[in-house]
Structure formats: structure tokens, C-alpha cells
């Protein structure tokens, strides 16, 4: 499975952006997505936003909630993130992720990067203040 990651830029504090992961494979559809970034000063790459395979549930982390909302649409084969309100530490390069450990249909969500077996090769996101 291929995982392709656009519509990263360079905006404002307080802009918008959506981001899109469309995967290659028709598996997409029974999987767990997420977003994670990471950052040169740090190592390990932040949990953002999850989605189960059907849209329930979903997760965001505390530091992008109410700002950020995770959808998909799995006739496109596409998950989303739409980011608002966007602040200087939200700059970064976001990734999109599949768990497909535990199987399909699981509904399973995992915040540990360590559990996510597919990676795009990510977007970068620019928050200029």
C-alpha cells in the first residue's frame, strides 16, 4: 500500500489548511488512518488525529483540539485534515498512517507511532507568525 500526503503550505497564524493522504490500495477502506508530524527538535513523531475505518471513533490530540477535525471518504480512498486556526507550533511535516496490525474492520484507535505499519513520506506545514 502506497500513502500520498498533499496540500501542506506556507500560511499565516490563524490560517487554514486541509491536508489529504490518498492511499493506492483498495484495503484503505478497512483500516485505521492517522496523522502524526514531527519536528528537527523533536525525535519522535506526534500523535495529531485518528480515524477509525468507518469514521468511529475518532481522536485528536489535547494541543489540536477544537482546532483540528479528521475525516475520510473511502470511495476516494482519502483521509483528511482540516486545520484551523493554525499557530506557529503547528509547524511541521505531517504524515498519514495506516494500522493494519490487528487486522480489518477493528475499530481500534492507537495513539503510539510505533503501531501505524504504513507512512507517507509527508507534508510540510509552515505557520508563519
Known amino acids: 500500500a502506497q500513502l500520498v500526503e498533499s496540500g501542506g503550505g506556507l500560511v499565516l497564524a490563524g490560517d487554514s489548511l486541509r491536508l489529504s493522504c490518498t492511499a493506492s490500495a483498495d484495503t484503505f477502506t478497512s483500516y485505521t488512518m492517522a496523522w502524526f508530524r514531527q519536528t528537527p527538535e523533536k525525535k519522535e513523531r506526534e500523535f495529531v488525529a485518528?480515524?477509525?475505518?468507518?469514521?468511529?471513533?475518532?481522536r485528536v490530540a489535547d494541543s489540536v483540539q477544537d482546532r483540528f477535525v479528521i475525516s475520510r471518504d473511502n470511495a476516494k480512498k482519502t483521509v483528511y485534515l482540516q486545520m484551523d486556526k493554525l499557530r506557529p507550533e503547528d509547524t511541521a511535516l505531517y504524515f498519514c498512517a495506516q494500522d493494519t496490525r490487528l487486522g480489518p474492520r477493528t475499530g481500534i484507535i492507537s495513539r503510539s507511532a510505533n503501531d501505524y505499519t504504513t507512512w507517507g513520506q509527508g507534508t510540510r506545514v509552515t505557520v508563519s507568525s
Open positions: 485518528a480515524i477509525s475505518w468507518n469514521g468511529v471513533p475518532r
